[in-house]
């Protein structure tokens, strides 16, 4: 499975836009990237997942070069409550993956 | 989407003692996976459970360590037997999304074990 590298931490205002870049640069071919984001005392809520280019959802955008050898995941205008730990994924996209989760990226968003 | 229950949410045990945790799905799904997350540390895989054979443990988890059930399709069990202070972590439940293949996992709120 391929290896993820993240910021350990962030720091960021309210209202303000943020960027989480993830590298994977041993991705293989048939894994897709996938990113989770886990509030203290819950377990991960999937965010969302790309193959390639661009994807975007109500709650984030997902941004993948060509090489796909990173990703990077935009939160648009955070508030408070995206004060969370996210984590990059890198895995096969398949009813019987075992995604492995990284250290993750604390964020923290202040007034 | 699928819904996850655990029993207990959080519970204090003794040394040497076992605790069976308890996971509920609200719709029929193959696979089960079993995470433990210590205290400021990421998730790791301790195995997955698959309905009608014995489940599959990662390096670093044994059977005798970590028996797991999956009677059916909607449950599964963990025990964390003979525990020891080693063993205080949050354990975690989680199933792949059911229906097409997406990948996107979904997870309970979590057992947290605390052991004395």
């Known amino acids: 499975l391929a290896k993820t590298t993240q910021p350990i931490s962030m720091d960021s205002y309210e209202g303000q836009e943020v960027n989480i870049t993830c590298s994977h640069n041993?991705?293989?071919?048939?894994?897709?990237i996938t990113w989770y984001q886990q509030f203290p005392s819950q377990g991960p809520r999937f965010i969302i997942q790309g193959y390639k280019t661009k994807v975007t959802n109500e709650v984030a955008s997902l941004f993948i070069p060509a090489d796909r050898k990173s990703s990077t995941l935009s939160l648009p205008r955070v508030s408070l409550s995206d004060t969370a730990v996210y984590y990059c994924l890198v895995g096969a996209n398949s009813g019987y993956s075992t995604l492995t989760f990284g250290k993750g990226t604390m964020l923290l968003v202040s007034p | 989407s699928a819904v996850i229950s655990q029993k207990p949410s959080r519970d204090i045990c003794q040394r040497g003692t076992s605790l069976t945790i308890q996971c509920q799905v609200d719709s029929q799904v193959t696979m089960m996976f079993w995470y433990r997350q210590q205290p400021g540390q990421s998730l790791t895989l301790i195995a997955t459970?698959?309905?009608?054979?014995?489940?599959?443990?990662e390096s670093g988890f044994v059977i005798d360590k970590f028996p797991i059930s999956r009677p059916n399709l909607t449950f599964s069990t963990l025990t964390v037997s003979n525990m020891s202070p080693e063993d205080s972590s949050i354990y975690l439940c989680s199933v792949e999304a059911p229906g097409p293949l997406t990948g996107e996992l979904f997870f309970g709120e979590g057992s947290r074990l605390t052991v004395l």
């Open positions: 459970a698959n309905q009608g054979s014995e489940a599959t443990y």
């Open positions: 041993n991705i293989a071919t048939n894994d897709y």
